[in-house]
């Protein structure tokens, strides 16, 4: 498991856990039963407050990326390919959201994107 | 939500100085921060809290209990660092443990050897002859060498290189591995709360100012540098702190996400510890 974590970004702490443990697992980098630094060591081994990587965690288990193993541990869940596709497919429309903001900001309209989109299926 | 300890309406009084309503929760299994400038109250508070001083009004208690019900065991599952250590300077320190092993028969002398090694202590060193840093983790090590489920203490990092304050942040996360342990610990280094606390508590002229989950002042509060114009126009917004500093106005933000959607041209930054201490400070309350 890799996780860098970074204080210039304005992204809290646990959201770059989270995220960085998410996308290892989307990835197949951290593969299913594959079991999970405890959140204290974790937490020791990244020099960061418990109460920041029990967050990640929770967030990990609710968003079932992450099952927890009462007394035992957490592992990597089961990840099956709809699951995948749809986190994918969350991952696109936040992006399209970004570019349909960026493009308003410059009084682009539904229409144009439209035509953006089918010039690029055209190349 | 269990409590290693606890600070009720605590008053302290002496001559030139006086502990307001203090009143601190510290959760067990966590680890707090207690920070302020230099004699803002952190020592005092600390050492009613240990029961070191007279207090005129207040209830404290420590794991539940107050120390009145049996100071000697209560006292038994605390590992305290003070700023003085009391060791002879004459001793060696391997003598010191010797000493201290007759006090505590929890004593693990193999935590001792083991991290007295890992420091580069040499046991047959005096005291006198160790650096601060070694006599600052020497004093770290022999809190924690009775296996207590409690460390108190009092500027456990200030003088030290962040290679040396790094070695004991690690011996601090290593500490809370048991959950039931527990760090209150004060310090005007705030980068080191900024890392390892889980809250934060901040003392200002005897008084609390603030008692915060340390992610979330990290995540939400913000800090705002604008013009006298634009501080006119931010109307109502609610802010904490404001000070007046040379060619702008700077503001302390309690939700900075909020404010960046209602004035998008402005920028808020996120706060550092120190920031928000010398804003409280030196600027004023709204």
Known sequence: ?123 | MELAVSVKNLVVEYDQFRLENVNIEVPAGTIVGFVGENGAGKTTTIIAILNLIHYQKGEIKVFGKEMSEGEQEIKKRIGVDLDDSFFYDNFKVKEICQVLRQMFPDWDQNFMDVHLKKAGIDPQKKFKECSMGMKAKLKILTAVAHQPELLILDEPTSGLDPVSRDDILELFLEFVQDEQHTILFSSHITTDIEKIADYIIFIHEGQIELNIEKDQLLDTYGLLKCSKQDAADLADFPYEYHQSIPYAEKFVIKDRQGFQKEFPDLTVERITIDELLLMMSKGERA
Not at chain 1, 52 to 76: H, N, P, Q
Not at chain 1, 77 to 88: C, G, H, L, M, S
């Open chain 1, 1 to 123: 498991m890799e996780i860098i974590l970074s204080a210039q970004t304005n992204k809290p702490i646990y959201e770059q856990i989270y995220d960085q443990i998410k996308r290892q697992i989307l990835a197949g980098t951290l593969k299913t039963g594959e079991e999970l630094p405890s959140m204290r060591i974790l937490a020791k081994d990244l020099k960061i407050s418990v109460i920041t990587t029990k967050k990640a965690y929770e967030e990990l288990i609710r968003d079932g990326f992450v099952t927890s193993i009462k007394a035992k541990g957490c592992y990597v869940a089961q990840i099956d390919a709809v699951f995948r596709k749809t986190q994918e497919e969350q991952n696109i429309r936040i992006k399209l959201q970004q570019i349909v903001s960026q493009g308003r900001s410059i009084g682009m309209e539904k229409k144009d994107f439209k035509e953006f989109i089918d010039k690029v299926f055209e190349e």
